[in-house]
């Protein structure tokens, strides 16, 4: 079954740091485009970041841009999502998504629907 499996998540202060990893053992991550995706308490699920396994190209999500970054290892078939400037607003439960390749268009980048596998799940708290 398709399914990465997330971790890394937790109690960070704001301005503090973290770092989220997708892996899998079952199945290679080379041929297929990694998003992160997140979702607050009442609210849509939204995107955070995309990693195209073709070239490489990553994206961020205007909330995001600057504070976040999407890398691959290669070596332990993971993608890990580098979270820097944490604020309160970051809280929510984070999820990787798989996507064939390429991240989808710019207009559908950030569509859920967009994705046909998902990982569990991870909460993310920033708070003092």
């Known amino acids: 079954q398709l399914q990465p499996v997330e971790s890394g998540g937790g109690l960070v202060q704001p301005g503090g740091s973290l770092r989220l990893s997708c892996a899998t053992s079952?199945?290679?991550?080379?041929?297929?485009?990694i998003a992160w995706f997140r979702q607050a308490p009442g609210k849509e699920r939204e995107g955070v970041s995309c990693?195209?396994?073709?070239?490489?190209?990553?994206y961020y999500a205007d909330s995001v841009k600057g504070r976040f970054t999407i890398s691959r290892d290669y070596a332990t078939n993971t993608v890990y999502l580098q979270m820097d400037v944490l604020k309160p607003e970051d809280t929510a439960i984070y999820y990787c998504?798989?996507?064939?390749?390429?991240?989808?268009?710019?207009?559908?980048?950030?569509?859920?629907?967009?994705?046909?596998?998902w990982g569990q799940g991870t909460q993310v708290t920033v708070s003092s």
């Open positions: 998504a798989l996507h064939p390749v390429v991240c989808p268009n710019y207009g559908d980048m950030w569509s859920a629907r967009r994705y046909d596998h």
């Open positions: 079952k199945f290679t991550l080379d041929y297929y485009a």
């Open positions: 990693r195209s396994s073709s070239d490489g190209s990553t």
